[in-house]
């Protein structure tokens, strides 16, 4: 009851500026039905090879939506994430926070495949990634949202922008905000979007800094909550090997986009740090308050993170005559 009575006036002032969150201030390059013309079943044609890959593989949901994240994070929202590299430029699949880790590259391959069959030319792969991310969300039981298209394609990667820009597991809060700041997103758009490791795997390298450490949570571990999480981790991830075997980021609904990532959260029980750190490095108890809000009421959550993943999709894109449409996803168009 005291902890509620704590975060009830946080929690109330945070609905407050939720209501009053401008997802309108940025320019509205982009918009609904794009397509009702020039390929009026593109969405339908997402959607269907979208459920055929989740289908096959649950793990893609995850995938396909991190996709979307790390495309718009570097140089904007372009589809530079999905080229390969060349013998000109290193393909940002090369960088750390990339390499042997994003999948779903042929499932976009293969919708992309689709979509010139259907309307050759027409469909570009940064709108493909946009209508893939919303497309496994809902999939995995999260909230579903409009979709504002016409983005275009970059001509370039950018390796030394993926290194730089895209958040790591091991990212302290201060480093995070200064990511997502980067991309004019605020905190509360870092706090909302964090509730996509809801679904989704994490290879054991990336975590074990955080189970093998002598923590501050383990010293304050009073009913042995977290002494028991790690311990579980550590009987799958030794200290030494296994470095690539995967846990949930979610080990309590790993197959439904909820909030319970951040009841996890609350709990320092959520697996990377950089999900530890919304807790445990907030000094003025903002975006623990919002932590504490999302727990509470999903439907507040999913509100919140639609508003916000919409704010990201419009980072950077290009439109008009700028960029191209790529035939194929992974190489530029030949002249």
Not at 49 to 66: F, N
Not at 71 to 95: H, I, P, W
């Amino acid at each position: 009851m005291g902890i509620t009575m704590k975060f009830s006036i946080s929690w109330l002032v945070i609905i407050i500026l939720h209501c009053l969150h401008d997802v309108s201030g940025y320019d509205h390059q982009l918009y609904l039905d794009y397509y009702k013309e020039s390929c009026p079943l593109a969405e339908e044609i997402v959607r269907r090879q979208v459920e055929i890959a989740v289908l096959k593989d649950p793990r893609s949901a995850a995938s396909l939506l991190r996709l979307h994240f790390h495309d718009c994070f570097v140089m904007g929202c372009d589809a530079s994430v999905l080229l390969d590299s060349t013998s000109s430029m290193t393909s940002e699949k090369q960088a750390g926070p990339n390499l042997n880790s994003l999948r779903g590259f042929k499932v976009i391959d293969k919708i992309k495949q689709v979509l010139e069959e259907a309307c050759p030319n027409t469909v570009s792969c940064a709108d493909v990634l946009a209508i893939v991310a919303r497309d496994a969300v809902v999939l995995r039981g999260g909230p579903s949202w409009p979709v504002e298209l016409g983005r275009r394609d970059s001509l370039k990667a950018s390796f030394n922008g993926a290194n730089r820009f895209i958040p790591t597991p091991n990212s302290s809060l201060d480093a995070l905000i200064s990511n997502f700041a980067a991309q004019g997103l605020d905190t509360g758009d870092l706090v909302a979007l964090s509730g996509s490791h809801t679904i989704g795997v994490s290879r054991c390298v990336s975590f074990k800094p955080r189970i093998y450490g002598d923590t501050l949570e383990a010293e304050n571990d009073h009913y042995k909550r977290v002494t028991v999480f790690h311990r579980i981790l550590r009987s799958i991830c030794p200290q030494s090997g296994r470095d690539n075997a995967i846990v949930s980021l979610d080990l309590k609904t790993p197959g439904f986009f909820d909030n319970q990532y951040y009841r996890n959260v609350l709990e320092s029980k959520g697996l990377l740090n950089s999900d530890n750190v919304l807790i445990s490095q907030d000094v003025k108890g903002e975006i623990s308050a919002r932590v504490w809000a999302y727990a509470s009421d999903e439907q507040f959550f999913f509100r919140s993170f639609v508003n916000s993943i919409i704010k990201m999709g419009n980072i950077n894109v290009l439109t008009g005559e700028e960029g191209e449409i790529r035939r194929n996803c992974r190489v530029v168009n030949v002249l």
